[in-house]
């Protein structure tokens, strides 16, 4: 499912326009993306979490010569999947 599809399933569900179900799930998305890249945690309960995660330097090897190399520290976003969520994906 691509973001058009998920705007279609909310106005179908929800019985507002396209263009409303557009305009709230973007602000939605960005609501969130500018809350975990400022460091927040965004919890929706039954569904999951967005954080943001920290990764340590750490050595590597590069795949074509083999040499090791340095992979530098790097933050990333991270999802966790709430109880509800999990439920009822391994239902099926």
Do not use: C, H, Y
């Amino acid at each position: 499912m691509n973001k058009g599809e998920l705007v279609d399933a909310i106005a179908d569900k929800t019985g507002v326009t396209k263009k409303q179900a557009d305009a709230v799930l973007t602000a939605a998305l960005e609501t969130i993306t500018e809350a975990v890249s400022n460091g927040d945690k965004v919890t929706l309960v039954g569904f999951g979490s967005f954080e943001r995660r920290d990764r340590a330097a750490r050595e590597g090897r590069n795949p074509k010569t083999n040499e090791k190399m340095e992979i530098a520290a790097t933050r990333v976003p991270a999802f966790s999947a709430g109880k509800a969520f999990r439920e009822r994906w391994w239902a099926r």
